[in-house]
């Protein structure tokens, strides 16, 4: 079993459109979750991160976390074609041996059409 | 600030060859990071480093090798390159390891292709 669970999509979707992205994890020490946006032939950049159960937005952007379900969710509202692009959670532990190691998922591939 | 460099861009090697990754970061971080990104299986973690002179191990670092003599550079060296390898190689840096926004920055990437 993977430590990191995400549908690899592809997703496509219409502009406007409620977007819901989703991992499952195995794993309870992982403690801090993040959401990288992958643009084609680019490197990942951070889009949000969080740390404890519940929400948080930015924008048109809501990251979810239920940490008893070990489930988090990537939530983009009124979708738009700039949105396209592969989109990657990752998770790491907490404490000072982690040296920040990440652990992504599998990547979903996100197309938003006009 | 140029943040994460990386080259070459892309390389086509032969099996066997033996070629040097190139990764710089001009934001003075310490933390450094390889990355492998194969499609539709996410990046795993090749070798990291928590400063010069110091590496360790990641997730698939068999075939790889790593040095860190200096804070900026992080080169990933491939010895005898076999198909397997034929990937795309991120490199990454972060000043904060372990808080929840230590973010990772990443380089553009380099494309290879061993035949």
């Known amino acids: 079993q993977k430590e990191v669970e995400q549908d690899p999509g592809p997703l496509s979707v219409p502009e406007g459109a409620i977007v819901s992205l989703n991992c499952t994890y195995s794993?309870?020490?992982?403690?801090?979750f993040m959401w990288y946006r992958q643009y084609s032939r680019k490197g990942p950049e951070l889009l949000m991160y969080?740390?404890?159960?519940g929400n948080k937005e930015d924008g048109r952007f809501t990251a979810q976390v239920d940490k008893s379900s070990k489930y988090i969710s990537l939530f983009i509202r009124d979708s738009q074609p700039s949105d396209s692009a592969t989109y990657l959670c990752?998770?790491?532990?907490?404490?000072?041996?982690?040296?920040?190691?990440?652990?992504f998922g599998q990547g979903t591939i996100l197309t938003v059409h006009p | 600030n140029a943040g994460v460099t990386q080259t070459p861009k892309f390389r086509i090697l032969k099996i066997g060859q033996s070629m040097t990754l190139q990764c710089a970061q001009d934001?003075?971080?310490?933390?450094m990071y390889w990355y492998r990104q194969d499609p539709g299986m996410g990046l795993k973690l090749i070798y990291y480093?928590?400063?010069?002179?110091?590496?360790d191990k990641g997730e698939v670092p068999n075939g790889y090798n790593v040095s860190r003599s200096t804070t900026e550079d992080f080169p990933l060296r491939l010895e005898l390159a076999a198909p397997s390898q034929t990937s795309v190689y991120f490199c990454?840096?972060?000043?904060?390891?372990?808080?929840?926004?230590?973010?990772?920055?990443f380089g553009p990437g380099t494309r290879l292709l061993v035949l």
């Open positions: 969080t740390y404890s159960s």
């Open positions: 934001m003075n971080h310490n933390y």
């Open positions: 990454a840096s972060s000043y904060w390891a372990d808080t929840p926004d230590g973010t990772q920055y």
């Open positions: 794993n309870s020490a992982f403690q801090y």
């Open positions: 990752a998770m790491k532990y907490a404490g000072g041996t982690s040296y920040g190691k990440l652990t």
């Open positions: 480093s928590v400063g010069a002179g110091i590496t």
